[in-house]
Each structure stands twice: as C-alpha cells, then as structure tokens.
T-cell receptor, first 111, second 114 residues
C-alpha cells in the first residue's frame, strides 16, 4: 500500500525566500506524481504533474523534481510571496489505480 | 470547459437522512473519484470509477453508494447520514490510462450531519 509523507508539516518564511517542500512515498512503481495547492476552505488546484519518465517540471516560480528510485519528490518555490500561502499536497499515482495524498505542508509567507 | 462541478456547496442533514452529492465533468475523463477531507486525516478515497458502469471501493466506502451511468456524472449517495460523515467531500476526474493522467478537482461540498 502506498504511503506518502510530507516534510515539513508547516513552514513560515519571510517574503522573498526560496523554499523547498519534500514529499516521500513508499512504492516507487508510480505512473506520475502531482503537486496541488489548497487554500483554506477551497478545493485543490493542480500545480505541476511529473510523469514517471521525467525528472522535473517547471511552471513560473515553481519547480518540481522526481526521483522514483528513492521515492522522493521536491517542490521548489522561488522568491516566495504572501499569495503563496496555502497548503501544498503531493499525490503519487500508481499506474492509474488511484492517487494517494500526503498530509500536506502548510506554508505561510510573511510580508 | 466548466471542468469538475459539484452540487450542493453546503448541506446540513439530520442523522438518518439520505442525500445525493452530485458531480459532473465535461472533459470526457474516464476516471472519477470521491474523496473526503477531515482535519488531521488528509484526503481519503471513498469510491472511484474507471469508466461508465464500473465502480469500486476506496479506503473508506462504508455508508456511501455510487453509480456511473454516464461518463460525465458520478453521484455519491449517503444512505443514512451519521455525524461521522460530517466532512468536506471532493470529486475528482482524470483521463485514466491516457497520459498524463492529471487529476482535476471540484470545489467541494461541505456536509454537516447533526
């Protein structure tokens, strides 16, 4: 059974800092891995999807990397802004069987 | 494209009542799923469907029923609501076997069972 952990559970940083969120998973036989953002009281917004054949994906100030063999993914946020404050969730996909979600990292970016 | 839509946004039920949470997607996705999100528990899969006419149980299926008569719709039925079913419910869809299988979520339904 796939198990997903995310470190840190919570993070508070001043505006402008670069930061890294970590995601670990136990079953490396994944199809892809998706990063989501969730604002309080809202749904999940897809940020990046990395396919198993890829090592990383970039979207604006976000960069996600994937190391299947070690069961790890990282989300790098450059030049953080207060608008980045949210909970970030990672979800590996075991060959379309279903996504398994991590508990999330709650990020606060202070102005 | 509307994406994934859910109705209602909010609902209050009394213990023992039944109701149906609606979910629809207009992306011709094969895979659809229902999750519940509770504080400290994260997102947990209730039921999922890999195509019209095919459904299966997820991690927490008890007390819920689903059917998939069309590609677009995937309703979730609460048979006899219990306070333990107070939660936020999310519907999601993805293309399934067709890469990249990106998952899209609806805005959620906040359910309170008294």
């Amino acid at each position: 059974k796939q198990e997903v952990t995310q470190i840190p559970a919570a993070l508070s940083v001043p505006e402008g800092e670069n930061l890294v969120l970590n995601c670990s998973f136990t079953d490396s036989a994944i199809y892809n891995l998706q990063w989501f953002r969730q604002d309080p009281g809202k749904g999940l917004t897809s940020l990046l999807l990395i396919q198993s054949s890829q090592r990383e994906q970039t979207s604006g100030r976000l960069n996600a990397s994937l190391d299947k063999s070690s069961g790890r993914s990282t989300l790098y946020i450059a030049a953080s802004q207060p608008g980045d404050s949210a909970t970030y969730l990672c979800a590996p996909d075991n060959y379309g069987q279903n996504f398994v979600f991590g508990p999330g990292t709650r990020l606060s970016v202070l102005p | 494209n509307a994406g994934v839509t859910q109705t209602p946004k909010f609902q209050v039920l009394k213990t023992g009542q039944s109701m149906t949470l609606q979910c629809a997607q207009d992306m011709n996705h094969e895979y659809m799923s229902w999750y519940r999100q509770d504080p400290g528990m994260g997102l947990r899969l209730i039921h999922y469907s890999v195509g019209a006419g095919i459904t299966d149980q997820g991690e927490v299926p008890n007390g819920y029923n689903v059917s998939r008569s069309t590609t677009e719709d995937f309703p979730l039925r609460l048979l006899s609501a219990a306070p333990s079913q107070t939660s936020v419910y999310f519907c999601a869809s993805s293309s399934g076997d067709r890469a990249p299988n990106e998952q899209f979520f609806g805005p959620g339904t906040r359910l309170t069972v008294l």
